[in-house]
């Protein structure tokens, strides 16, 4: 498993290296093709880290999407204010950059109660450790989301 583990966390560091964009410049397109490489990579990752039965498949995978199609409506809550802020980082007022970290807590809160509401959904098709095992390698995908993000996204002057 930890050799499944490093060849997908490799593929996913070489493709967060080599990101377009600049640490100035988050472009929208370059963004929009690492979330979606992500997503499928986050499925290969898991398929290949979790050793589900038939019958856990049967019924993980679908449940699976229905839970990634709600996190990426929060995620596209993020990629819309990392675009806003973006555009107007410089010249951000006051209240416009408590805004913007009030408007990013809430987008990390929202997933986080996404990932809550989920968890006795797939503890009820999968054993307590697969299930931790699931939320263990979300999570790791999700920071690397994130870390990527956070690179492309230039610091506040204050």
Do not use: H
Not at 85 to 107: C, F, K, L, P
Not at 127 to 152: E, I, P
């Amino acid at each position: 498993m930890n050799r499944l583990m490093t060849a997908g966390a490799l593929a996913i560091l070489a493709f967060c290296g080599g990101s377009r964009a600049s640490a100035q410049d988050p472009g929208d397109e370059d963004i929009k093709l690492f979330r979606k490489d992500l997503r499928s990579l986050r499925k290969q990752i898991i398929a290949a880290n979790m050793d589900l039965s038939d019958k856990e498949a049967e019924q993980f995978w679908p449940l699976f999407d229905r839970y990634t199609q709600e996190l990426v409506a929060k995620q596209d809550g993020k990629s819309i204010l990392l675009k806003d802020y973006g555009q107007n980082y410089a010249t951000m007022s006051d209240g416009q950059a408590e805004d913007y970290v009030r408007g990013r807590a809430a987008i990390d809160e929202a997933v986080i109660q996404v990932r809550l509401r989920y968890f006795p959904l797939f503890r009820k098709i999968l054993s307590g450790k697969s299930t931790a095992l699931f939320f263990q390698l979300d999570w790791r995908l999700g920071l690397v989301m994130d870390l990527q993000l956070a690179s492309q996204t230039p610091l506040i002057e204050p």
